[in-house]
C-alpha cells in the first residue's frame, strides 16, 4: 500500500470511529471531544474496544463456553496476534436480534478499530492491551458465576468493579501520563485513586441497573452488606419493599458516594490547565453523584428510568463544572454541596 493510499484508509477509520461512536454511547460522543486533541482519538479507541468486550460479556445468547472463548480471541486480536476479520465473522452471526444496530456494526467493523489501535504508539498500545485483557477474563470468569443470589461480599464486589471499570480507569492513567510529563509526575498516586475513582462510577450504575440486570438472572450486589441488614437478596422481587433491602442501598450508596469523592481528589491532581482533561473527568463525576442523589431519594424504584437524571440536569452539570473546571476549592465545595444528602460511608484503607 502506498504512503497516500495507507493515509486515506487511516482518515477512514478515523472517521469511521467517530461516527460509531455516536451510536454506541451518547455521553461518551459528548466528553470525549472535551479531551486535548492528541488523546481524543486513542481513547474513542479505548472505549470501543471495551464495548466490544461488553457485547460478547453481555449477549445472552452467547453461551458460558462462547464467551470466555470470544473474549479470549479479542484479547489476542487487539495484541495483534489474531485477524480482527476472524473474531468479527466469528462473533457477529451469533449475537442475538436484541443487539442494537450500532453494536452490530460494530462488530462488522472491528478491523477498522483495531487498525487504529495498532496506529498508536508503543506506550498507548500497551495500555490498552493491558486493559483488554484483565477486562475479558474478569467478565467471562463473573459471567459463569453470575446468579440471583448476589455476589459473596464486598471484597468480591471490589474486585468485580476492578475487572470492569478499575482497570479502566488506570488505563487512562497510563494515557494521560503517556500525554503529559506533569501528569506523569503523579503516576502512582493517581494509579491508586484511578482504580476507586472507576468504582464510584461501576458502583453508581449497579445501584441503577438492579432491576435490569435480575431480570436477565445476574445481581451484582454483595450479600454481606445486606445480611447486615438482615436482608436475603434471594428473596428480592420487583416492587417489594423492605427496610432491611433500603438500609442496604443506604449502605453502598455510601461507599459509592466515598469512592467518587476520591474521583475528584484525582481530578484535582490533574494540572489546571489541563482542563479538557477535568472535563473529562468532571461530567462523569457529577453525573453519578446525581444519579446516587436520585437512587437515594428513591429507595423502592423498579427500573433504572425511574432514577435517571434529566438532561436538564446533565447540561446543567456541563454547563457548572465547565465554568469551575481549574478551580480545586470551588470544585470540592460544588462535591460537598452535591452530596450532602447520602450516606457517610468510610472505605476501610482509602
Known sequence: MTS?????????????????????????????PQLPPALRAVIGNAYLLCRI??????????????????AGMFTEVVSGNTEAET????????LSEHTIPAELDLIRNTSAIIRMTHSFNTAQRQALE????????????????????GLENMAAMDRYCYH???????????????????????????MKLAVSFGQGLQMTNILKDIWEDRKRGACWLPRDIFLEKEFDLNSLQSGYSAQ???????TLIGIAKSHLYNAMTYTCMIPSHETGIRRFCLWAIGMAVLTLNKINHKRDFTAGVQVKISR???KATVLVTSLLASQDWALKKIFVIASRKLPEVRIPGL
Open 4 to 32: 497516500a493510499m495507507s493515509d486515506i484508509a487511516t482518515h477512514d477509520d478515523a472517521r469511521y470511529q467517530e461516527h460509531i461512536l455516536q451510536g454506541v454511547s451518547r455521553t461518551f460522543a459528548l466528553t470525549i
Open 53 to 70: 468486550v461488553d457485547t460478547v460479556e453481555d449477549d445472552g445468547a452467547l453461551t458460558p463456553k462462547q464467551t470466555r472463548e470470544l
Open 87 to 94: 473474531f468479527a465473522q466469528l462473533l457477529h452471526p451469533l
Open 130 to 149: 493491558r486493559c483488554i485483557r484483565i477486562m475479558g477474563q474478569g467478565m467471562a470468569a463473573y459471567q459463569e458465576a453470575e446468579s440471583l443470589s
Open 164 to 190: 470492569v471499570a478499575g482497570v479502566v480507569g488506570e488505563m487512562l492513567t497510563e494515557l494521560f501520563c503517556d500525554y503529559s510529563p506533569e501528569i506523569n509526575q503523579h503516576k502512582s498516586t493517581l
Open 244 to 250: 432491611g433491602f433500603h438500609d442496604g442501598l443506604g
Open 312 to 314: 436538564r440536569s446533565v
